[in-house]
Structure formats: structure tokens, C-alpha cells
């Protein structure tokens, strides 16, 4: 350890000099489209007083960070070298997490650096970092930075102003190929018609294919009923009993990824008739925004790589939802006139939200959906959305085929079909492809700035 100065006694020098220094150079800048800082951020916290009455008190923490591109936030508690890091700091950082709803901490002062993930009713370390000397702030910003990159999640929504152009298609197969090269996916059904969460077996499919009559077809409704599912998740994820895996269901396909000990994996938060805003009417706070919060607040990040939205088509709370937790936006869209035409709309709602969140909401571009080679008009219109969406990428299309229709009907991704099923071979060679330009656009963005 080189000899310190005095000025390291001081907070207001070790959080100028090292923390804020640190915190910039691990690239998550004062305020940005991406991050931003609230100093002296308010926490209240219980207190007992001389008579053994319960009071609340208001703290102050040195920073809260929001760190949109990993999809956390964390708070910052700051010592120094006359203080330092010791079981009265830490107790004061649980504190401070478990009042904030707050998932992560870090523990700083000159000599090292501690970080603290809050589960379960505890504070536990997940890693430290001893710091040799607190003028060269590279090493520890890049402790810090690593340590982030580890609960990295990206959020995706399908989103689309108009039914049947194969959104929920989308999803099933985005999800499946992403899990395929080894991410750990959740696919978030925001759509009350519950279609991905039946084609990803996790709504009693079977059940309702053998219902012979309308009355064992009501009774596996019912069924749901008590379920815990997205419209409870966004409900409950504020209340101090919320536990975000009670809502999440695993996906039958993971039987697969496990068989080739893949780490791949795709979960489900299911949705079915229950989805629906009047569900959400007496709500406080701004209802649009609860699935954002959710995942942030939930400790999802650290399950998931991906998370894909399957959004509703239509201009409810509840399709709002999915672009406000939506980094980044995909829009399908047939090349047929009406369609087209459509897609203002999703462009428009999607516009919005990034104009209000800064850059997060990107749109990453149209999927040109069940296009015929031969068919002019489908080259024709693709070309006109080109030109009416200057801007906005074409990704690879999806062609026309019968097996998209047969591996839905079987609940498989056209992929998986395609392994018995040699004529789905293309398609899903288009699939892959087009998840491989999501993931580089993705990246792209990200690299551009400095995520």
C-alpha cells in the first residue's frame, strides 16, 4: 500500500477522486441516455426510540446508480481512510438496501472495494477488490465494471399494431434460438390471448387439446384462476413477500437444452384472459412503468440473459408496459399494403417511449414476415417501407412456408421441427439468421455508446 495523503480522510475527496472518477471510467457517466446518478439519495429507514415506539427516519445514501444498460440499480456508501470498511458499515449498507428495494450495493473506501447483493432478507458479498493505491482508479473501475457485466440482461419486445403478421412466430422462435447458442431466455406473454405460453407448453395445451366439451374447456380456464402469472407479477412486485420465481414457469423444451447440456434455457411468465388493464385500474403510481420496475427490482438480471416481450397488438396499459421495459423493439410486419400500413402505429408508440426513456427503446428494425420470392408486390412494398422509414433497418425476412404452420401445430420451434422434419430446414436457417442480426445490431448499439 503506497502512504496516502490526509485528503483521504475526507469523503468529499475519496468520492470526487475515486468513486466518481471510478464510476465514469467503468462507463456509467454522470447522467446519460444510459445511467444516471442521485446523490444523497433519501432512504427511510425504522428507528426505535427511548420508549420502544417505532418511528421512520430519513437517511441519506451517498449515490443511487440506475444502470439501464445491465438493467439494475445500485447504491453506492461511501468511507474513508479514517473510517473505513468495517461490520458497522456493512450493517449500514443491509440496512439501506433492504428500506431502498434496492438489489446491489458497494461498499468503498481507499483501501477496497466490496460489493453486496440483497436477497432473501440479507446482504451477501458477492466479491471484493483490495486496492493498492486509490490514485489510479483503472484497476478498480474494472473490478467494478466485470463485476456488472455478470448480471448483464437484454429485454426485447415484439411489438406490432396489427394481428396475425406472426408476432407471437417471432417470439417463440427469437427465444429458441437465442437459448440455443447457450442464453438463458425469459419470454414475458404480455398478450391475453396467451399464445407464446401455450406454443412454449406452459398453459395446459395439451388439457385443452383433449377437452371434448365446452365445460372441460371452462374447467381448465378456471384453472388459472389462482395461477400465478404476469398480471399478479405486476401487481405484486412491490409487496416485501414478492417472489419473482413463483411467477415464472419452465419451458418443456428446457428437456432438450439439459440433454445436450446446453446452458441454454427458456423460461415462461405466462399470460392468459386474466391479462387485461382493468386488471391493473386500481393501481397506484404510473401503471405503464410496473414491468420495468419489476425487472429491476426483482433480481431477474441475475437468471436471465435475454428477456423477450411478446407485447399485445393493440394501445393498452398493459402493451405500454412492454415498451417501457423494452430496450430494444422489434417490429414484424407482412408486405401486404394493409400491414404497411400499420406500421406507423408501432413506430409511433415505440418512438414515444425512447423520446421519454432517452435512448433505451431502440428500434432495431422490421421483420419482413411470410414473403414469397415470386410475388412482386412483397418486393415492391419492401421496398416502399425502405423508403417511408428512412432510419430504420429491413432485417432478414421470414419466407412463406407451410412447416411454420406445422411446427406451431405441434407447439415446437421451427428449428427443433426441423431436425425430423427436413422441409423446415430453410425456414429455419432464416430464423437463425435473423436472431444472429439482432444479436450484432444489438451489440453494435452498445458498442456505439460505450454500454
Not at 391475453?192 to 405460453?197: E, G, N
Not at 432485417?395 to 411446427?407: D, F, H, S, W, Y
Request: with cysteine; hydrophobic share 40%.
Amino acid at each position: 500500500m503506497v502512504q496516502m495523503s490526509s485528503d483521504w480522510n475526507n469523503e468529499a475527496y475519496v468520492s470526487l477522486h475515486l468513486v466518481q472518477t471510478m464510476l465514469e471510467i467503468a462507463g456509467l457517466p454522470r447522467k446519460s441516455s444510459y445511467s444516471h446518478w442521485i446523490p444523497e439519495f433519501k432512504v427511510k429507514v425504522p428507528k426505535l426510540t427511548a420508549n420502544s415506539q417505532l418511528v421512520w427516519t430519513q437517511k441519506e445514501v451517498d449515490f443511487l446508480v440506475e444502470d439501464l444498460s445491465r438493467y439494475i440499480n445500485f447504491i453506492v456508501e461511501i468511507k474513508t481512510a479514517k473510517t473505513r470498511l468495517d461490520g458497522e458499515a456493512r450493517l449500514q449498507l443491509e440496512t439501506y438496501l433492504k428500506y431502498s428495494n434496492t438489489r446491489f450495493g458497494i461498499l468503498i473506501d481507499p483501501f477496497s472495494v466490496e460489493i453486496y447483493e440483497y436477497t432473501q432478507g440479507f446482504a451477501t458479498l458477492k466479491c471484493n477488490h483490495n486496492i493498492q493505491n486509490p490514485e489510479q482508479v483503472q484497476p478498480v473501475a474494472n473490478f467494478v465494471r466485470n463485476f456488472l457485466d455478470t448480471v448483464k440482461m437484454r429485454t426485447i419486445a415484439i411489438h406490432t399494431s396489427k394481428g396475425g403478421v406472426g408476432k407471437t412466430t417471432l417470439v417463440v422462435n427469437i427465444a429458441y434460438e437465442l437459448a440455443k447458442i447457450g442464453n438463458r431466455v425469459l419470454v414475458i406473454d404480455l398478450d391475453d390471448q396467451a399464445h407464446a405460453s401455450l406454443s412454449l407448453g406452459v398453459n395446459k395445451a395439451d388439457e385443452f387439446d383433449k377437452a371434448s366439451t365446452l365445460e372441460e374447456f371452462d374447467k381448465v380456464l378456471d384453472s388459472f384462476q389462482d395461477r400465478k402469472e404476469v398480471i399478479e407479477f405486476l401487481k405484486d412486485y412491490d409487496t416485501k413477500s414478492f417472489n419473482y420465481k413463483e411467477y415464472i414457469q419452465n419451458s418443456p423444451i428446457n428437456k432438450i437444452f439439459r440433454k445436450t447440456s446446453s446452458s441454454g434455457k427458456i423460461d415462461v411468465l405466462p399470460s392468459s384472459y386474466k391479462t387485461t388493464d382493468v386488471a391493473l385500474a386500481n393501481l397506484g403510481g404510473i401503471r405503464e412503468k410496473r414491468l420495468d420496475k419489476a425487472l429491476r427490482q426483482s433480481g431477474i438480471a441475475n437468471d436471465y440473459d435475454y428477456v423477450v416481450i411478446d407485447t399485445p397488438p393493440s394501445a393498452t396499459t398493459i402493451a405500454s408496459n412492454g415498451l417501457y421495459a423494452a430496450q430494444y423493439v422489434v417490429i414484424p410486419s407482412q408486405m401486404e399494403y394493409l400491414s404497411v400500413y400499420g406500421i406507423r402505429t408501432p413506430i409511433g408508440r415505440a418512438r414515444e417511449v425512447q423520446e421519454e426513456m432517452g435512448k433505451r427503446g431502440a428500434i432495431l428494425g422490421i421483420v419482413p414476415m411470410m414473403t414469397e420470392k415470386n410475388v412482386k408486390i412483397h418486393t415492391t412494398i419492401k421496398q416502399s417501407v425502405e423508403q417511408r422509414f428512412p432510419g430504420i433497418t429491413i432485417l432478414p425476412e421470414i419466407k412463406r412456408a407451410t412447416a411454420v404452420g406445422q411446427a406451431s401445430q405441434v407447439r415446437q420451434p421451427i428449428s427443433l421441427f426441423a431436425e425430423q422434419n427436413k422441409g423446415a430446414a430453410e425456414v429455419a436457417k432464416q430464423f437463425s439468421a435473423l436472431t444472429q442480426e439482432i444479436v450484432i445490431r444489438i451489440n453494435q448499439i452498445e458498442s456505439s455508446v460505450g454500454m
